[in-house]
């Protein structure tokens, strides 16, 4: 993404980066992740995938899920700290499923993190959107961004640059900049931006009788010190 001049322009102690490619098995151990299952997943790396690709296949019960939580909570929105988010995937069924992916607080429900910088697609729709939360009650989200495809592969991505008011001569406040295959789609303020410590999250749920899969390409998180 072009935000990322950001990062060559600083030395490489001044941010910290979370990325995971997933391209040999050794990628994915269980035990860096808070893990919470409903029924019995499948998950691991593929071993034929080109580019490498973490596989999560729900139980074929209806609701069944799994959720998967780094156990290091790293990230925390700070205003004047530049922060980013990218991650790729597929899913197998766009409709009959919920999913997650981004930052949120540690929590046996991410779906209901009270803090979190999330995309999230609901059950029985193929669109996806980016929310923004803080303490349960607050919302910001730009909505229904991109329709989903079955077994077709989207990148997604948020950016906040580190602004701590609005640009001289541009009157605009400060944004959490969403991006999809690298164009950037819209914004949401920094208002409600959480202001607690978050982990990488992800959660997919099966909204039929059937399992539902879903594979990361990659995920990478990065942050100014």
């Known amino acids: 993404m072009g935000f990322r001049k950001h990062w060559e322009n600083?030395?490489?102690?001044d941010?910290?980066?979370?990325f995971n490619d997933f391209l040999k098995t050794s990628d994915y151990t269980a035990g860096d992740w808070t893990i919470t299952n409903g029924g019995s997943p499948t998950?691991?790396?593929d071993t034929d995938d080109v580019g490498g690709q973490l596989s999560i296949a729900t139980g074929?019960?209806?609701t069944n899920s799994s959720s998967h939580q780094s156990k290091i909570e790293a990230f925390k929105f700070v205003?004047?700290?530049?922060?980013e988010f990218e991650a790729a995937f597929t899913l197998d069924d766009v409709v009959d499923s919920t999913f997650l992916l981004g930052l949120a607080i540690t929590d046996t429900t991410p779906l209901d993190a009270t803090d979190r910088l999330v995309f999230k697609k609901e059950d029985t729709e193929s669109t996806l959107n980016f929310q923004v939360t803080k303490d349960g009650s607050t919302v910001s989200e730009l909505a229904d961004f991109v329709t989903l495809v079955n077994g077709t592969q989207v990148k997604v991505g948020f950016y906040y640059d580190g602004s701590v008011a609005a640009e001289a001569g541009v009157g605009s406040a400060p944004t959490i900049d969403v991006y999809l295959n690298d164009k950037r789609v819209g914004a949401v303020p920094i208002t409600n931006a959480p202001d607690?410590?978050?982990?990488?999250t992800a959660h997919v749920v099966t909204g039929k009788t059937g399992a539902v899969?879903?594979?990361?390409?990659?995920?990478?998180a990065i942050q100014e010190r």
């Open 196 to 200: 607690t410590e978050m982990c990488i």
């Open 213 to 220: 899969t879903a594979k990361l390409d990659y995920i990478r």
């Open 43 to 45: 998950i691991a790396v």
């Open 10 to 13: 600083h030395p490489r102690t």
């Open 79 to 83: 205003s004047g700290k530049a922060l």
């Open 15 to 18: 941010f910290f980066e979370y």
């Open 60 to 62: 074929a019960t209806d």
